[in-house]
């Protein structure tokens, strides 16, 4: 009697997680989902040491004195709280974590098409991060992430060719998760799957990997200049040679221009899936959503120079620039109003991920509107390096894609682990997190417009920008426990979370007409799909809950 | 495409041992490892690319300096080097179309002809460097490059600054190239050791066709750098 | 703490009025998109909540909608580019007949002198409703000079020249801020633009001057022994400079620059470069042989004894700048358009 009851019991049944065990069926798995896993614990452990080191920043601009840390300990936290966020947390944060689980799922693949390279994509992320870590450990660097030369060249006495080497190492991994996407998406699809019913989370990921591919060998490139310019004496970027230092911050931000949509793209493919979901219904406008996603890849590589207002750049290339950046505007804009389209005539519910898409959708919005302010060029001379300029891009980077990721999370978090998150908990966690993020980044906009430049240490000079320091800090305390919340209800699911059904939120997408969690090879059988994406009217048909999965 | 009610024991039984568990069938695997090695060759255009963009716009404003130091290369090397790469994608052709038609004594022939080849262009690069060595022309601190005179230009000595900005991209391309050379090195090594075993049929090539792919590419990115190094203002 | 808690940036150059009309523009037009997206997205997200027993309608989309919310989009980023750049265009516009101040930036403190000769660190001294023009580079790393309440901010390069201007319109202490990272102290990199009514500033000026920078100027070119070879006729091995600056020369390899700052500087650090028609190439560099200041006064020299303003050389003409201007000059470029 007992034995008949246990059987059936969800958690017996073979999946990706409990058919091996031991620490080499993890660390040599070719398994894309147990490769996702891996991902998801070191980039977590990145992202709370790069968190640390913005709550000391922040506590340290609590007083205009620099009084808790020194000078150059304080340019180590601000540079190594950028490059540890922007390259071992954001940029693999959405791909490699949420990516790397559902691209095959969602095509109806076994796996991406390298799953090998996948796993060495993961070492090569691990190497770099443990080069990082070993940079920070005997001293950190204090070039600013943006390495500007020839200050990273000729002047810094910090280790900054070691801190690069980590950065090109782990842009090899991102090119290989991109490599992987493309290819994947390209030659693994179900048959039945074609492009028109792709969901947007993959052509999202799917413009993503273009940048990946296309922009990170450029700043792979730049830092070996660097490197070498700064270990063997070459003279590439050496005004005193006749070297040029705006030809640095050319080859650097045709990078990391487009790596902001690498972190935002991923993001907005999240969300679509989200509020297609809890509206039950098909997404507004299904192509146009799609090609603003490459129309922002494209024009995303054209803009780079906006950055450079002030360089010391030609008054026409600035002009260029300036229009080409209101160009890249637009396809955002779109998303944004498809989105809100969506939501007409819906049926809406309130569960915690369409929480985080709604909290990403205001700040998305707020972030992308104050990009018109930097993009004209007559405010950009004013508020270009200040706190307009770091508010502007967290409202993007952490209102826009870590509110996509912790959406993204809650979303597949059943498909995941076969477990429910706490409702509840989630919910007070979305709400804490969105009220932290606007206390701690909206004064920083008033911060930027009245001068405070940023990556300064100590603004006795200029007392008054205190109080507006202070709201920020605290804001920062609060978003800081926003997001202990999340890691520790995940965790504690984990072991006495609710099993998880296979489609718990009746959505839409291959990734819920599998169990969870999936299996190895993700489909019991080959999925064949006949129907297009978001079919939200034929999930919720009276009569009708489940769609078979292949005939 | 592959047929849909195909599950476990139909596939095992015509499985191709090189088959991977998560293609649906040869061509699949076949068309996804071609398509990863343009994608990946992208990449590499776009590393390059960056090089060559600094490259452009220093030899724009230091035209005369560049003419200079580049006539301090010694072209017959370079020339050499050329020739001997060019062969060397011959016989890579030679190696795919052996593999595609079951040759196997050319194939292994083909091969090694490669690598020795790639080897002979490696040292003859050393050679280079060395030369370059001796003369100072190394950036850094002892680098020289007194009273050198801009063709074309009796009497005018290029700028010694100008011309280490050159010799820094002449290092740093070469060296990046050479680097790719020893990256293929290592490759058609592993081709080799793996067509020795037997592993290539005409079913089964696509790792010398995509290894391929790659030494040709290495190839190409010569192509480029032997006239924009070798041979600036040679006609004066 | 409270008393002091500013929310806008004073307002104390010409600059300053135009930049905030079109940031007040910004934040109307934005503030208005936003709550317009706030209110779509709030009112939907109430009236169409899950109620049971009510399915969600399924719209595929609307191309003309789509184009409309694409099209009044654009046409309010091109007004936005449009003002954006015409303000840019006068910020980035010295006029002719301003102030000249050189600046050499340095880790981690601002030199200033002004053409008549006063020195100051950290801290310059302006009269009200004079347009000054600052002349600008870098001993070491890229620094930015940015006075919030000016609203003018440009980054300082080594090895060339970058400008900026601005009229004060207020008396007062304003901040002068560094604004691109520059290193452990880039933060103490701070000062006070002193504006003052021109009595004041007059009176300033008098005290403590060593003389003009253009006759510092003169003598470091006396001293180098320039004038052996540029000399005040026709016969010097060295182009004759009176009157050069502002005025195209022609180069020996055919092209024609304009005789620009950056381009005197140049001359100066690396005289093969760009040499004028009909000479030989036998100026030496004086690159490492004199300092940055030195360069300003001599550059401000050259300008002295451009007939255009003949005498004093306190106030020069920068007219000849104005078709190209100096921040989109190459370093030490040889090959220059």
Known sequence: ?551 | MPDSTAVGLHHEEQHHPELLHHFADPQQQRDASSLGMWVFLATEIMFFGGLFCAYLIYRRWYFGDFAAASKSIDMALGATNTAVLICSSLTVVLAVWAAQTARRTLLLASLAITMLLGLTFLGIKGVEYKQKFDEHHVPGASFSFDHEEIPGHPGQYANPAHAQIFFSLYFVMTGLHALHMIIGLGIFLWLFLAAWRGRFTPEYNTPIEIGGLYWHFVDIVWIYLFPLLYLIDRHA | MLNNFPLWPQQASTLAGRVDALYIFLLIVCGMMTLLVFAFVVFFAARFRHRPGVRAEQIEGSTALEITWSAIPFVIFMVIFAWGAVVYFKERTPPADATEVYVVAKQWMWKLEHAEGQREINELHVPVGRDVKLIMTSQDVIHSFYIPAFRIKQDVLPGRYTVEWFRATKPGVYHLFCAEYCGTQHSGMVGDIVVQEPAQYEAWMNGGSTGPLSASGEKIFAELGCATCHRNDTQGRGPNLQGVFGKPVQLEDGRTVNADENYLRECILDPGAKRVKGFQPIMPTFQGLVSEEQVNALVAYIKSISPAKPGEGAKTSAKGAAPLAPQEFRPNGSQVQ
């Open chain 1, 1 to 551: 009697m007992s034995m008949e009851i246990a059987i059936p019991k969800p958690v017996e049944r073979e999946n990706y997680l409990n058919k091996e065990y031991g620490v080499w069926s993890w660390l040599l798995t070719t398994d894309h989902k147990r490769i996702a896993l891996l991902y998801l614990i070191s980039i977590t452990f990145f992202f709370f040491i790069g968190g640390f080191f913005a709550l000391l920043i922040r506590l340290e601009l609590l007083t205009p004195a620099g009084d808790l840390v020194q000078a150059d300990t304080y340019n180590k936290l601000f540079t190594q709280h950028g490059m540890v966020m922007i390259f071992f947390f954001l940029i693999p944060s959405i791909p490699a974590v949420l990516g790397n689980f559902l691209v095959p799922m969602m095509i109806g693949a076994k796996d991406l098409a390298f799953p090998r390279i996948n796993l060495l994509s993961w070492y090569l992320y691990i190497i770099g991060g443990v080069m990082m870590l070993h940079c920070m450990l005997i001293g950190g660097v204090d070039t600013g992430w943006t390495f500007y030369a020839p200050f990273s060249t000729n002047f810094t006495n910090s280790n900054f060719i070691e801190a690069g080497l980590a950065i090109f190492v782990a842009g090899f991994s991102s090119i290989l998760t991109g490599l992987n996407f493309v290819v994947t998406i390209h030659r693994m699809r179900a048959p039945g799957l074609t492009w028109s019913r792709l969901p947007l989370f993959i052509w999202a990921h799917y413009a993503t990997s273009i940048i990946q591919l296309l922009g990170t060998p450029v700043i792979a490139v730049t830092i070996v200049l660097v490197a070498a310019e700064r270990g063997l004496h070459l003279g590439i970027f050496d005004p005193k040679l006749g070297g040029d230092p705006l030809l640095f911050q050319h080859l650097f931000w045709f990078y990391s221009h487009p790596a902001v949509y690498i972190m935002i793209l991923p993001a907005m493919g999240v969300v679509t899936e989200i509020i297609a979901c809890f509206s039950r219904k098909r997404i507004f406008g299904y192509s146009f959503v799609a090609f603003s996603s490459i129309a922002i890849a494209v024009f995303g590589f054209l803009v780079w120079a906006h950055h450079m207002f002030v360089a010391g750049m030609s008054v026409y290339a600035a002009l260029v620039f300036s229009f080409l950046s209101y160009a890249v505007a637009l396809p955002s804009a779109i998303k944004v109003f498809n989105w809100t389209a969506t939501l007409y005539k819906g049926s809406i519910h309130y569960d915690a991920p369409m929480l985080y898409a709604f909290g990403f959708l205001g700040l998305f919005t707020i972030g992308g509107l104050t990009g018109l302010f930097l993009a004209a060029l007559g405010i950009d001379v004013h508020v270009t390096d200040t706190y307009f300029v770091v508010a502007h891009f967290h409202y993007i980077m952490v209102g826009g894609a870590v509110m996509g990721y912790l959406g993204g999370m809650h979303f597949w978090w059943p498909k995941i682990s076969g477990r429910l998150y706490p409702e509840g908990w989630a919910r007070l966690a979305a709400l804490i997190v969105f009220i932290g993020f606007n206390l701690t980044f909206f004064p920083q906009f008033l911060l930027g417009y009245l001068g405070m430049p940023r990556r300064y240490y100590d603004y006795s000079h200029m007392p008054e920008f205190q109080v507006l320091n202070v709201l920020s800090t605290a804001g920062a305390t609060v978003l800081g426990v926003g997001y202990l919340l999340p890691m520790v209800y995940f965790l504690w699911s984990m072991r006495y979370g609710k099993p998880a059904s296979d489609n718990p939120w009746n959505a839409a997408g291959l990734e819920w007409k599998t169990a969870s969690p999936p299996p190895t090879f993700n489909f019991d059988e080959e999925p064949i799909v006949t129907w297009e994406a978001y079919n939200y009217e034929e999930l919720d048909a009276p009569h009708k809950q489940e769609v078979p999965v292949a005939r």
